[in-house]
Protein backbone atom coordinates (compact mmCIF):
# COMPACT_ATOMS: atom_id res chain seq x y z
CA UNK A 1 0.00 0.00 0.00
CA UNK A 2 0.86 3.36 -1.20
CA UNK A 3 2.38 5.57 1.56
CA UNK A 4 0.11 8.33 1.29
CA UNK A 5 -2.81 6.35 1.30
CA UNK A 6 -1.45 4.07 4.38
CA UNK A 7 -1.09 7.81 6.40
CA UNK A 8 -4.77 8.32 5.13
CA UNK A 9 -5.51 5.07 6.62
CA UNK A 10 -3.92 5.35 10.23
CA UNK A 11 -2.84 2.32 11.65
CA UNK A 12 -5.03 -0.15 13.24
CA UNK A 13 -8.09 -2.38 11.89
CA UNK A 14 -10.78 -1.19 9.56
CA UNK A 15 -13.75 -3.71 9.03
CA UNK A 16 -16.78 -3.40 6.52
CA UNK A 17 -19.76 -2.43 7.38
CA UNK A 18 -22.13 -4.59 5.70
CA UNK A 19 -25.06 -2.12 6.00
CA UNK A 20 -23.05 0.44 3.52
CA UNK A 21 -21.25 -2.06 1.75
CA UNK A 22 -22.38 -3.96 -1.54
CA UNK A 23 -20.15 -7.48 -2.98
CA UNK A 24 -22.00 -7.37 -6.07
CA UNK A 25 -21.37 -9.70 -9.99
CA UNK A 26 -22.40 -9.52 -13.10
CA UNK A 27 -22.04 -12.41 -16.15
CA UNK A 28 -23.30 -12.80 -19.65
CA UNK A 29 -26.50 -14.43 -20.44
CA UNK A 30 -27.65 -15.87 -23.54
CA UNK A 31 -24.55 -13.75 -24.72
CA UNK A 32 -26.32 -10.18 -24.94
CA UNK A 33 -27.32 -8.87 -21.86
CA UNK A 34 -25.61 -9.18 -18.17
CA UNK A 35 -27.54 -10.53 -15.35
CA UNK A 36 -26.44 -8.87 -12.13
CA UNK A 37 -26.60 -10.52 -8.56
CA UNK A 38 -24.97 -9.51 -5.06
CA UNK A 39 -23.85 -11.66 -2.04
CA UNK A 40 -25.86 -10.12 1.16
CA UNK A 41 -23.89 -11.54 3.64
CA UNK A 42 -20.35 -11.02 4.46
CA UNK A 43 -18.01 -9.79 6.05
CA UNK A 44 -13.95 -8.69 6.08
CA UNK A 45 -10.99 -6.53 7.32
CA UNK A 46 -8.01 -4.33 6.11
CA UNK A 47 -4.60 -4.54 9.36
CA UNK A 48 -2.87 -1.38 8.61
CA UNK A 49 0.52 -2.36 10.58
CA UNK A 50 2.60 1.18 12.05
CA UNK A 51 4.83 0.56 9.27
CA UNK A 52 2.64 1.14 6.35
CA UNK A 53 1.62 -2.58 5.42
CA UNK A 54 -1.53 -4.30 4.92
CA UNK A 55 -2.97 -7.38 5.09
CA UNK A 56 -6.97 -8.22 4.15
CA UNK A 57 -9.45 -10.77 4.23
CA UNK A 58 -12.84 -10.93 3.57
CA UNK A 59 -15.76 -13.91 4.24
CA UNK A 60 -18.79 -14.56 1.90
CA UNK A 61 -21.63 -16.99 3.09
CA UNK A 62 -22.19 -17.83 -0.40
CA UNK A 63 -26.28 -18.73 0.54
CA UNK A 64 -27.03 -15.49 0.46
CA UNK A 65 -26.60 -14.97 -3.20
CA UNK A 66 -29.42 -12.88 -5.22
CA UNK A 67 -30.09 -12.09 -8.15
CA UNK A 68 -33.70 -10.76 -7.68
CA UNK A 69 -35.17 -14.01 -9.00
CA UNK A 70 -36.09 -16.78 -6.58
CA UNK A 71 -36.07 -19.83 -9.49
CA UNK A 72 -32.77 -18.35 -10.86
CA UNK A 73 -31.07 -17.59 -6.49
CA UNK A 74 -32.36 -21.50 -5.76
CA UNK A 75 -31.03 -22.95 -9.11
CA UNK A 76 -27.19 -21.24 -8.23
CA UNK A 77 -27.07 -22.72 -4.30
CA UNK A 78 -27.22 -26.01 -6.14
CA UNK A 79 -24.03 -28.36 -7.24
CA UNK A 80 -24.45 -27.15 -10.62
CA UNK A 81 -23.13 -23.66 -9.79
CA UNK A 82 -22.13 -22.88 -6.00
CA UNK A 83 -22.80 -26.18 -4.21
CA UNK A 84 -23.77 -24.32 -0.79
CA UNK A 85 -24.29 -27.20 0.69
CA UNK A 86 -20.98 -28.45 0.22
CA UNK A 87 -19.06 -25.40 -0.21
CA UNK A 88 -20.87 -22.61 1.99
CA UNK A 89 -18.20 -20.02 2.29
CA UNK A 90 -16.29 -18.20 -0.15
CA UNK A 91 -12.57 -16.25 1.37
CA UNK A 92 -10.03 -13.90 -0.07
CA UNK A 93 -6.83 -13.46 1.85
CA UNK A 94 -4.33 -11.04 0.64
CA UNK A 95 -0.63 -11.62 -0.91
CA UNK A 96 0.82 -8.58 -1.25
CA UNK A 97 -0.59 -4.64 -2.15
CA UNK A 98 1.16 -3.01 -5.32
CA UNK A 99 0.70 1.22 -6.45
CA UNK A 100 -0.78 1.45 -9.65
CA UNK A 101 -0.76 4.50 -10.83
CA UNK A 102 -3.57 6.53 -8.71
CA UNK A 103 -5.01 3.22 -7.72
CA UNK A 104 -3.62 -0.07 -6.63
CA UNK A 105 -3.86 -3.73 -6.83
CA UNK A 106 -4.55 -6.13 -4.03
CA UNK A 107 -3.01 -9.63 -4.88
CA UNK A 108 -4.57 -12.63 -3.14
CA UNK A 109 -5.83 -16.01 -2.51
CA UNK A 110 -9.47 -16.65 -3.58
CA UNK A 111 -11.42 -19.84 -2.71
CA UNK A 112 -14.96 -20.68 -3.91
CA UNK A 113 -16.45 -23.93 -4.94
CA UNK A 114 -13.47 -25.67 -2.62
CA UNK A 115 -11.05 -24.54 -5.33
CA UNK A 116 -8.50 -21.47 -4.58
CA UNK A 117 -6.59 -19.59 -7.03
CA UNK A 118 -4.64 -15.98 -7.07
CA UNK A 119 -6.30 -13.07 -8.16
CA UNK A 120 -5.73 -9.33 -8.24
CA UNK A 121 -8.45 -6.59 -7.35
CA UNK A 122 -7.47 -3.42 -8.91
CA UNK A 123 -9.00 -0.92 -6.34
CA UNK A 124 -9.68 2.45 -6.03
CA UNK A 125 -9.14 3.90 -2.76
CA UNK A 126 -12.09 6.85 -2.00
CA UNK A 127 -10.63 8.70 1.38
CA UNK A 128 -11.70 8.68 4.50
CA UNK A 129 -14.21 10.63 6.88
CA UNK A 130 -14.63 11.03 10.35
CA UNK A 131 -17.74 9.49 10.39
CA UNK A 132 -20.91 10.24 12.21
CA UNK A 133 -19.85 9.85 16.13
CA UNK A 134 -18.61 6.27 15.80
CA UNK A 135 -14.75 6.69 14.46
CA UNK A 136 -13.47 7.41 11.52
CA UNK A 137 -14.70 5.47 8.07
CA UNK A 138 -12.98 4.50 4.87
CA UNK A 139 -13.89 3.86 1.80
CA UNK A 140 -12.90 1.44 -1.21
CA UNK A 141 -14.12 0.16 -4.88
CA UNK A 142 -12.64 -3.02 -5.88
CA UNK A 143 -13.17 -5.09 -9.21
CA UNK A 144 -11.67 -8.14 -10.78
CA UNK A 145 -12.56 -10.84 -13.56
CA UNK A 146 -12.70 -14.58 -12.53
CA UNK A 147 -13.15 -17.18 -14.90
CA UNK A 148 -15.92 -19.68 -13.05
CA UNK A 149 -14.06 -22.46 -14.64
CA UNK A 150 -11.27 -21.77 -12.87
CA UNK A 151 -13.09 -22.83 -9.72
CA UNK A 152 -14.64 -25.87 -10.63
CA UNK A 153 -18.18 -24.54 -12.22
CA UNK A 154 -18.34 -26.00 -15.10
CA UNK A 155 -21.74 -26.30 -16.04
CA UNK A 156 -22.46 -25.85 -19.90
CA UNK A 157 -26.10 -24.95 -20.89
CA UNK A 158 -25.20 -24.66 -24.52
CA UNK A 159 -27.81 -23.02 -27.23
CA UNK A 160 -29.42 -24.59 -30.50
CA UNK A 161 -27.26 -22.23 -32.40
CA UNK A 162 -24.27 -21.50 -30.55
CA UNK A 163 -22.89 -20.06 -27.28
CA UNK A 164 -23.98 -20.79 -24.51
CA UNK A 165 -26.80 -19.64 -22.03
CA UNK A 166 -24.27 -18.04 -19.10
CA UNK A 167 -20.93 -16.71 -20.09
CA UNK A 168 -17.54 -17.87 -18.02
CA UNK A 169 -16.06 -14.43 -17.34
CA UNK A 170 -17.80 -13.31 -13.92
CA UNK A 171 -17.26 -9.62 -13.08
CA UNK A 172 -16.83 -8.82 -9.41
CA UNK A 173 -17.64 -5.47 -7.90
CA UNK A 174 -16.89 -4.45 -4.09
CA UNK A 175 -18.22 -1.06 -3.02
CA UNK A 176 -17.15 -1.51 0.49
CA UNK A 177 -17.20 1.44 3.68
CA UNK A 178 -14.95 0.27 6.31
CA UNK A 179 -14.72 1.70 10.17
CA UNK A 180 -11.86 1.60 12.15
CA UNK A 181 -11.85 -0.29 15.16
CA UNK A 182 -11.29 1.01 18.49
Known amino acids: MSTDTANKLTAGTWVIDPAHSTLGFSVRHLMVSKIRGRFTDFSGKLVIGEDGSATAEA????D???TDNEQR??????ADFFHVEEFPVATFKSTGFRVNGEEFEVDGEFTIHGVT??????VEFLGVNPGMGHGPVAGFEAKT??????FGIT????LPDGGAVIGEKINLSLEVELGQQA
Open 155 to 158: IDMP
Open 64 to 66: SVT
Open 73 to 78: DAHLRT
Open 59 to 62: EIRV
Open 145 to 150: VLNRRD
Open 117 to 122: KPVTLQ
